[in-house]
């Protein structure tokens, strides 16, 4: 089993949608979660992190269910400059080694 | 700050050759991180330096692979002698400190190798 894993998708949706991600992860003793965004071939770009309690920011909510070992992002009213790949994060031991999931695949369209 | 620096942005190289790839961390960072992404693989971390330090290489994929750090500011990874399956795109990477802190990425180099 992958230590962190994502459904590739694509998501398409339409504008205004709501759409919701998830990632798992296999290290129950994982300290650290972020969501990052990937534009096309562009580098990674830290979207938000996770906190136990849930955060959100803007049309983003994150959350963190670590009984099931998941987190997950909702994206709500999808914008077309949403479109983007999705990558989860998880810092697992001492060191806070990060493992980047392969990313979830959202297209907006109009 | 202009970010994470890294050159070159392309490289295309044949089989057998050295390739050092190029990397300047944000000031005042105290974490450099190496990183490979391929459409099969996704985003592999290979190395990660404190304060110039290797902490863990435990991802470099063999011995062909080196990186150093000789100082704060500058890092090198080289891959001697490459191999078609080493095309990727590298990412260097830095950060505060470890835990909660975000890392920052440069734009990456594209490497062919034919």
């Known amino acids: 089993r992958k230590e962190v894993e994502q459904d590739p998708g694509p998501f398409n949706v339409p504008e205004g949608a709501t759409v919701a991600f998830n990632c798992t992860y296999s290290n129950s003793a994982s300290q650290s979660f972020f969501w990052y965004r990937q534009d096309c071939r562009k580098e990674p770009k830290l979207l938000m992190s996770?906190?136990?309690s849930g955060n959100e920011d803007g049309r983003f909510t994150a959350q963190l269910n670590r009984a099931s070992q998941y987190i997950s992002l909702l994206i709500r009213d999808s914008k077309l400059s949403d479109s983007a790949t999705y990558l989860c994060v998880v810092l697992s031991g001492g060191s806070y080694i990060p493992t980047f999931g392969r990313g979830t695949s959202l297209i907006v369209h109009p | 700050d202009a970010g994470v620096i890294q050159s070159p942005r392309h490289e295309v190289t044949e089989m057998g050759q050295e390739v050092t790839l190029r990397c300047k961390p944000i000031s005042g960072h105290d974490y450099l991180f190496w990183y490979r992404q391929t459409m099969m693989r996704g985003l592999e971390l290979l190395i990660y330096?404190?304060?110039?330090?290797?902490?863990?290489d435990s991802g470099m994929p063999e011995d062909r692979f080196s990186a150093k750090m000789p100082n704060a500011s500058f890092s090198t990874l080289k891959i001697q002698p490459s191999e078609p399956r080493d095309s990727a795109v590298y990412f260097c990477?830095?950060?505060?400190?470890?835990?909660?802190?975000?890392?920052?990425f440069g734009p990456g180099t594209r490497l062919t190798v034919t």
């Open positions: 330096f404190n304060n110039n330090v290797p902490i863990d």
């Open positions: 990477a830095s950060s505060l400190y470890q835990g909660y802190s975000e890392q920052y």
């Open positions: 996770v906190y136990s």
